[in-house]
């Protein structure tokens, strides 16, 4: 029997990045001559392709250079903003409870792969993972759907020996798409209440529940 497999993604899951990502927004607007509001809480951008955020943003001000402001966002985040993040506590832990496991593990994220292999590297946990994926320059693989159909033809493993672990929405129809289990994490972005309407199968209220629930969903596909 092929090993099982974890898919998980980065922002909000893995690492606390609101700081750099905020900060990397607010830069790209005021680089096209807005003013945000610095009292904003922008944190319900986090998760969707930037495209589709950074567009919402900037039309507000009846401003459709989505793909001027994408750019000045990576531009910023690239020299200030990818290491403004932290690890959640228990993450590496659960990681290494995986591995122990004899889990296979990868990332899917939708923030672009040149940004999402450095900082795991930064972090020391990019060991844990047989690859990293995100989106490419393009763009390409934006959106969860996608991206996962990508990995899962690359890599060869099948849906029901797979779970996707995410924070947000994205994370969840993204894995309903493509008949994967799914765990909703409650310390990122989007909050139980997101992750229930999506449809995750479980949740996970700590990094330390994760490897016994992920083994709980893929055992109960494979009877």
Not at 162 to 190: E, F, K, L, Q
Not at 202 to 211: G, N
Request: aromatic share 8%; proline share 6%.
């Amino acid at each position: 029997m092929s090993p099982p497999v974890a898919l998980l993604d980065l922002d909000g899951t893995i690492t606390d990045s609101r700081p750099g990502i905020i900060a990397s927004l607010r830069a790209a607007l005021r680089a096209l001559g807005h003013a945000p509001d610095p009292d904003e809480d922008f944190t319900w951008m986090i998760g969707p392709p930037m495209e589709q955020t950074v567009g919402t943003v900037l039309a507000r001000w009846g401003d459709t250079r989505v793909a001027e402001a994408a750019l000045a966002y990576r531009r910023h985040y690239a020299e200030t903003g990818m290491y403004d993040s932290v690890v959640y506590p228990g993450i590496a832990a659960a990681l290494a409870g995986f591995a122990a496991g004899g889990w296979t593990l990868f990332v899917a994220t939708a923030k672009r792969t040149r940004f999402a292999r450095p900082i795991l590297e930064h972090y020391g946990l990019a060991r844990y993972f047989r690859a990293i994926y995100g989106s490419e320059d393009g763009p390409r693989l934006d959106t969860k759907p996608e991206l996962l159909a990508h990995i899962m033809a690359e890599q060869g493993f099948a849906a029901r020996c797979a779970v996707m672990i995410g924070d947000r929405h994205h994370d969840i129809d993204g894995a309903r798409a493509n008949g994967i289990r799914s765990i909703g994490v409650a310390w990122g972005y989007g909050g139980t209440g997101e992750l229930q309407h999506a449809g995750a199968d479980a949740i996970a209220y700590s990094p330390s529940d994760l490897p016994a629930l992920a083994r709980r969903l893929v055992d109960a596909q494979l009877r």
